[in-house]
Structures are given as C-alpha cells and as structure tokens.
C-alpha cells in the first residue's frame, strides 16, 4: 500500500509541475500597447468640446465638425481607424484623458513643456500668435510701441490687456473679441489685441470687415494632440499621418478651407 501511496504521490506531483510550467508568466507574456489595440478594434476614441468654432463645433445641421475635427478624421482615415469623439467640457477634459474615458484629446491643446513631463503629444498641426489689429484706414499704428497713448478694447482678465497696457494704451474692457472689433470698425477705440486664428476665422466668415493686422507676434503658440503618457506607437502614428497630410497637400487644403492660409506655420 505504501508503495502504491508513493507511486500516486508522485504522479500528482508531476502533474502538477507540468501544469505551473504550462500557466504563463505573466511578467514575460507579451501585452498589446495602445496603438495595437486600437488597431484590433478598429476605433479611437477622442475627447473634445464640441463648442469651441472654429476649431470643433457643431454646424447648423448639428453636425459636429471644425478644423481639429477634419485634421483628426484625416488622420485616422489615414491609419484605417474610425474616430469615436466623446464631447466633453475643457475644464474636464485632461481629467477624463487621465480617467481613460478617451485615447487622446483634439482640441487646440497648446504644446507647453509642464505638459510633455506628464503626457504624450503629438507634432504640432496648428500654430497661432497673438496680432495687433487696427481700422483698415488706420496708418499710425505698426509696432506695439504704437499703442502709446491710444486706445484698445480687451478682456478683463486677457494677457493681452497686460501687454496692451505695458505699452501704455489705455484699455476698454470688452466681453470678447467680436466686441473689440466693432469699436475698431465704429472707430472708439484704436486696436486690440487678439490670437491670430480668431482673425482668420473672423475674416473668413466676414471678409467685408474693415480691419487689418499691423504687427504678428514672432514667437507662436503651437497646438498638437494630446495622449496619457505612454502612448509612444500611436503617437509615431499619427505624426506619420500628420506628416503624409502635408506632404501631399491634403493637410493645406484643410488649412485654407477654415482659414483662407496655411496655419502649420
């Protein structure tokens, strides 16, 4: 009997250490990355506003659509994966990337060095800076040092208002952009500083206006999409993407579509 015992001891034995050396190890078993899942699901998900025109926005047929919207559907038509946006308020949307509610974000996110220490971006598919602008009759004012005694229509809190000021004008405190430009236009105040796609997109849709810029600031903001760190192989991805775009004049036919020029520079 005991021999019996031992010869089943044994075999139990054996049986189990030939199933441990079948289970896995799930330190060397290989995971997917997110660029690779997303490809075996075939869809992205993406968070943005939905309310910030022209870059993502919804069209009178309540569609949503903007430059950032086309740029990311080009992107991924490009890579054969479908966007999914998810819309959702700016004060939120970095929490919700962090939360994993979407894969990355498209929505004119500025690419600032604090933020490549916590997250991944992509190379920058928009640009802007901030303008000076005057009354098309207006020939006194080129350079900022022009606003020396003259008067502008900023915001309240704006930086702008900071720097209109440091150069001695005078402000008027307007609700927004589109109220600057009217006192330019009725000729109350002298000028107002703004970012440089808020003109462009102010003049596409209203061409007839009679002001112009004077002065662009040298250094420009650049804006890119925004991915939970980690993200290396799709981020490689879509600047592969970003980077086809412009090379065969898809990226410029966008560009001037919502901007009447080119804004990846």
């Not at 309310?51 to 569609?63: D, I, L, Q, V």
């Not at 946006?85 to 939120?92: H, I, P, Q, R, S």
């Amino acid at each position: 009997m005991k021999k019996v015992a031992f010869i089943l001891l044994t075999l139990l034995i054996t049986i189990a250490l030939g199933a441990c050396g079948n289970k896995p190890n799930s330190e060397n078993a290989e995971s997917k990355n997110l660029y690779e899942e997303i490809k075996e699901k075939g869809e992205i998900t993406i968070g943005t506003e939905g309310t910030y025109a022209p870059f993502t926005f919804h069209n009178e047929s309540g569609k949503l659509t903007g430059f950032d919207i086309e740029i990311a559907e080009e992107v991924f038509k490009r890579l054969d994966i479908k966007p999914v946006f998810v819309e959702t308020k700016w004060d939120g949307m970095i929490a919700g990337l962090d939360a994993k509610r979407y894969d990355m974000v498209a929505n004119e996110v500025a690419i600032r060095d604090d933020r490549l220490e916590k997250y991944d971006m992509s190379d920058p598919y928009i640009v802007s800076r901030a303008v000076l602008i005057v009354h098309e009759d207006n020939n006194d004012i080129k350079t900022l040092d022009d606003l020396n005694g003259k008067k502008v229509g900023q915001s309240l809190e704006s930086n702008y208002r900071k720097i209109a000021e440091d150069h001695g004008a005078t402000n008027t405190v307007v609700e927004g952009f589109n109220q600057a430009v009217d006192l330019i236009t009725s000729k109350r105040i002298d000028a107002t500083i703004n970012d440089s796609l808020s003109y462009l997109d102010l003049k596409k849709q209203r061409p007839e206006l009679p002001i112009k810029v004077v002065f662009k600031e040298a250094d420009a903001s650049s804006n890119g999409f925004l991915f939970r760190k980690g993200s290396t192989e799709l981020v490689e991805a879509v600047n592969g993407a970003l980077a086809e775009m412009k090379e065969d004049g898809t990226y410029l036919e966008i560009s001037k579509k919502w901007f009447n020029e080119d804004v990846s520079k």
